[in-house]
Each structure stands twice: as structure tokens, then as C-alpha cells.
């Protein structure tokens, strides 16, 4: 439900969907750079709608974003991943899984 409300402000859906991007949000024009830490917003591959990585002690390494597989919206939450790259892993496994999925159905 909040990747769904979150997906419909404009900033946030913007801001999170983007792979990097340069803010001047000083008077003297000083460029700040941000570089998204979910590395799918830069992969052709994807189509990333809204997107949050973190880290909590409680919850470990999450991703949760809303996505597009095959015309299709998703919403993905992984919680507790064992490094830095096992939510891009695991999202990449279910965009594969749905693919498959898709493609077998279709036959």
C-alpha cells in the first residue's frame, strides 16, 4: 500500500525511478550529485516505477519498488538480504521467473 501511494506523487515517483541525478540546491549554483542505490533504475532491462533500498537491524538489506514485467505492474518487497547484491539478485530471479512464466503460457 505505501509503494502504491508513494508511486502517486510525482517527486517521489521521479526522484526513485531515476538512476542518478544532479541537484543545485545552493545559491551559488554548487552542484550536488546523487547516484540511486538500486542499480536496476539504470538497466535498460528494467523499468522501475518507484524504488527504496535500506537497512534496518531488524529488517537487513531491503528493496522495495514497483516495476513493469511484461506490461505487467509489480510490486516487489525483500527484506532481509544477505549482502548488498542479493535484493538486485532476487528481484532479477522473480523478473526472470515471471518472464518464464509469461512465455510458457503463451505456447
Known amino acids: ?25 545552493f545559491g551559488n ?6 547516484r540511486n542505490t538500486n542499480p536496476l533504475t539504470r538497466s535498460p532491462d528494467w523499468t522501475v516505477e518507484v524504488s527504496k533500498t535500506g537497512f534496518i537491524n531488524e529488517a537487513g538489506r531491503c528493496l522495495v519498488m514497483q516495476t513493469r514485467v511484461d506490461n505487467r505492474r509489480i510490486y516487489m518487497v525483500f527484506l532481509d538480504g544477505n549482502g548488498k547484491s542479493s535484493t538486485i539478485a532476487d528481484s532479477k530471479r ?9 512465455q510458457t503460457a503463451a505456447r
Open 1 to 25: 500500500k505505501m509503494v502504491r501511494a508513494a508511486s502517486q506523487y510525482p517527486l517521489i515517483r521521479n526522484t526513485t525511478s531515476r538512476g542518478e541525478m544532479i541537484l543545485r540546491p
Open 29 to 34: 549554483g554548487q552542484e550536488l550529485h546523487y
Open 94 to 102: 522473480v523478473r526472470d521467473w515471471i518472464l518464464a512464466r509469461n
